[in-house]
């Protein structure tokens, strides 16, 4: 019983995507070397229309990383990059400068991997 109470946790608010990055991440550091980085990843579903041609249906999702996962993403992260992420679903909303609230949709990241290989493991598969 204990096990399936665990799962059920696990699953209340859980997200996995496997996409591209849409841009750079955008690092912030805060005092006491803590980091925050925000990226854009697109995820793309394909079908066939009614006229037989191939359709590409593309989500974009923002991403918030902090700790080791910002530091990870300034390391190794760029545009273009295909990674795997899970994480949980937030929303919150803000007041803009102009006083309009605004509602934001984001994954606060838990876990990254890069299918991205670097200039040395590329040169060594190339050989």
Known sequence: MLI???????????VRLTGYLGSNPEIKRFGDNQRLARVS???SDYYKNKQGELVAETQWHSLVMWGKQAVFAEKSLSKGHEISIEGKLINRSYEDKNGIIRYV???VVNE???FQRNKKEKQMIEK
């Open 4 to 14: 399936i109470e665990i799962m059920k946790n696990a699953l209340k608010n859980s």
């Open 41 to 43: 990843l697109a995820t």
């Open 105 to 107: 949709t984001e994954i």
């Open 112 to 114: 990254v991997l890069s």
